[in-house]
């Protein structure tokens, strides 16, 4: 894979990068508009998005950090994003340019004060792995393996200011309105400051081996401090396969089964009994080992998920909640979801909508164990995400809505929804965590 020598890291560059992007897709609607006066207007669209995603990828791909962060978290939404843009941007989980040896190294002395010859036996300036905020390279000493995480330059300077130029897209694509909604991006902001401290990650990390390693089928790496700084994260490096490539060729149905109980495990374990979960499940945090174990990584992005919206979400959670009215429109006002400046035509509207939504989304939580292999709740997740995405009702409606915790538990439930349909893992057990 071509490596790349420099990132853009002032505001102007970065910003120049993007409008040049920006004009591109504009020549890319261009050549829409009189591919489809003689092509069908389906086939001239899919050309539309296959080039506008391949341009918007490139240059995300090249600024790295927070911008390619977001293409990561829309690569999650399967149900609502056209399919060549999630396989686009499904790349920015594992698999985008690295940067070259020289800048390795360069990075390096710069994060840490040291070359990494000064801290280890050998040192493979040639990346193994590369994502958005960080790529990771092997190392040894004293004859043990190391998997050593880099931080881009300038990812962390840059958050603010990218998201800045995001800012506008964002509020238009989600028809986001009124002056509170600042409480949203700050949200993202902050978890992405977050993400660029390792010396938390670290912390965060050991939080989470300790708590969580007695679940069965699951393994964790260890963390080393002395070979660590605040961008630069040393661990165990862990053998297997990233789980995307191993769905794609495993047909042990048993396997599969006890990878997607650990894996639901872990994630229940956590919401329910640390009020804390990893906010980040996509298939380039996961390894699956030769033993056939579940190894989980980077948790560089944890939510705490506090009592006041804990317990009213997972109240809407329980059937017997939906079919409450009285019960369930007082939820919906405690999680922010209805306003109470809202409009008759808005309580209705939303009302109706996040009651198909939970009705569909809580189904597991309704029954003891769950069939993640089902295509039928997939594609109807899927449906009902493309209805709503289209619904001019719903763009003529105030989209500001909803709890700011909202954006990472829903971004966590349709990253682990997408992880157990990938492995097809049947007859989950949904509260064997109590028994943990």
Not at 81 to 100: D, G, I, N, T, W
Not at 308 to 327: G, I, M, N, R
Request: contains cysteine; aromatic residues 12%; hydrophobic residues 35%.
């Amino acid at each position: 894979m071509k490596t790349i020598d420099s990132i853009p890291i002032s505001k102007i560059s970065r910003a120049t990068k993007l409008v040049s992007t920006g004009a591109k897709v504009g020549v890319n609607y261009l050549k829409y508009y009189g591919d489809k006066m003689v092509n069908s207007k389906e086939d001239a669209k899919e050309r539309l998005n296959q080039n506008n995603a391949e341009d918007i990828y490139d240059s995300l791909k090249k600024l790295k950090g927070s911008a390619l962060k977001v293409a990561q978290m829309l690569s999650m939404e399967k149900s609502i994003l056209p399919k060549a843009y999630v396989e686009k941007f499904s790349l920015s989980q594992f698999s985008v340019p690295p940067l070259s040896p020289p800048l390795v190294l360069k990075t390096f002395k710069k994060y840490f004060g040291k070359h990494p010859e000064d801290l280890f036996d050998t040192f493979n300036a040639t990346s193994v792995n590369a994502a958005s905020i960080g790529q990771v390279h092997l190392a040894e000493k004293d004859g043990k393996k190391f998997a050593v995480k880099i931080q881009y330059p300038g990812v962390a300077e840059s958050i603010a200011s990218d998201l800045a130029l995001v800012k506008p897209i964002a509020i238009k694509m989600f028809n986001i309105k009124g002056k509170d909604s600042d409480k949203y991006f700050k949200e993202v902001e902050n978890k992405l400051t977050e993400e660029t401290n390792y010396l938390l990650e670290i912390e965060q990390s050991k939080a989470v081996v300790e708590a969580c390693k007695h679940i069965p089928n699951l393994e964790f790496p260890n963390y080393y401090e002395d070979l660590s700084s605040e961008r630069i994260i040393t661990m165990d490096y862990m053998k297997g396969e990233h789980l995307s490539e191993f769905v794609a060729h495993n047909t042990n149905q048993e396997v599969s089964n006890k990878l997607g109980q650990a894996l639901w495990d872990f994630y229940m374990y956590q919401i329910h009994k640390l009020r804390k979960v990893h906010a980040d499940p996509h298939p380039g945090n996961f390894l699956i080992s030769e033993e056939g174990k579940l190894i989980a990584l980077d948790f560089g992005c944890m939510k705490e998920i506090p009592e006041s919206f804990y317990v009213p979400y997972f109240e809407l959670a329980k059937k017997e909640s939906l079919e409450d009215e009285t019960f369930f429109t007082k939820k919906l006002y405690e999680l922010e979801i209805l306003r109470e400046d809202d409009s008759k035509e808005e309580i209705e509207f939303f009302s109706a909508m996040f009651h198909d939504l939970l009705s569909l989304f809580t189904q597991p939580f309704h029954n003891e164990t769950f069939d993640f292999s089902d295509p039928n709740f997939f594609n109807q997740v899927a449906e009902m995400g493309q209805r709503y995405s289209k619904s001019t009702e719903l763009r003529n409606m105030n989209g500001n809505r909803g709890s700011k915790h909202f954006i990472y538990i829903n971004r966590t439930f349709f990253g682990l929804y997408n992880l157990m349909f990938d492995l097809k893992a049947e007859n989950v057990k949904i509260n064997n965590f109590i028994n943990l």
